[in-house]
């Protein structure tokens, strides 16, 4: 080896270098992309017990939509809620809405970020208003923060009740009105600074059937006349006939998505992550049986999925033939790993799992 070779020092990348490494290396979303989540991990530590909310969760939402997150709980919706609204940090993975970097925002950015870019509304009824201002006062009172000039606030929060429907309520305290008209008050609140996106984690949990539907229409509403990408969180099964695109999520993970193209029609896809991974759905998994491996057959226009024991003989894999891939079998999460044209579900035929 050359003497000026071996007095020259070798160092390790620091862990910010490997960090905007790897960030660099990740495809750039698509312009449309307002909200961009990619191998997101969130992990809590109590006690020496560690607990993974999110699990590498990949997901995109692009500017105009109204999208729903739906989920068992604990599935990780609001984890990943509290990280889109600035008051959480994920562990790892990248996240980023409307431009900004929320893992590299700091305190003054963050703050901003929370008061102009996003809004939040609460399923709590009584986390969203103060209860000594009326409905236009608490409508009012996030402009103070941006510097919103002062004459021009009660002309936005009476706009900004009438387009919601509540511009009756105006003089009101949160105490004089019903729990439904609260949180569209609060929907108000949240758009009162021009967000470029609304998050709603569970607003209709606490209302009944017919005061959910009247929070439902006002989203509709922040969403259609105001320009706002609306991101909501609920268990409400039925909330895929309220917005035109439904995420399941999964033990951290999004596993399906259901597009509704009008009011009779809707298909639910698979989601296939960027390391080739999907979840199966479990009544696939029950149906055939599936555990631990699973073969895959690529066929000309769709992958086979099959139980491993349906074929013992098999030792090799021939061209255009069979992969056994491992499969945790008790609820199909990383069933399978391998590229489709469209990442669909798709319907069964036979015994065998296969997704066309």
Known sequence: MNPAERSTPVTAPSLAALEERA???????PPDTLIACDSLVRIFRTEGVEVQALQGLDLHVDEGEMTALVGASGSGKSTLLG?????????AGTARVAGHDLLALGARERLAYRRRTVGFVWQQTGSNLLPYLTARENVMLPMRYTRVPRRQRPARAEELLATLGIAHCRDRRPGELSGGE???VAIAVAGANEPRVLLADEPTGELDTASGAEVFAALRRANEHLGVTVLIVTHDAQVSDQVSRTVRIRDGRTSTETLRHDATRA???AVLDRAGRLQLPREYVERYALSRRVRLTAETDHVGVRRAQDDQSATALPPGGERPVASDGADGRDSGS???SDGSSGTSSSNTGEAR
Do not use: C, K, M, Y
């Open 23 to 29: 960030r660099a290396g990740q495809d750039p979303p």
């Open 83 to 91: 990280i889109l609204s600035g008051l959480d940090v994920p562990t």
């Open 182 to 184: 609260q949180q569209r």
């Open 267 to 269: 298909e639910e896809f």
């Open 338 to 340: 391998s590229s489709t």
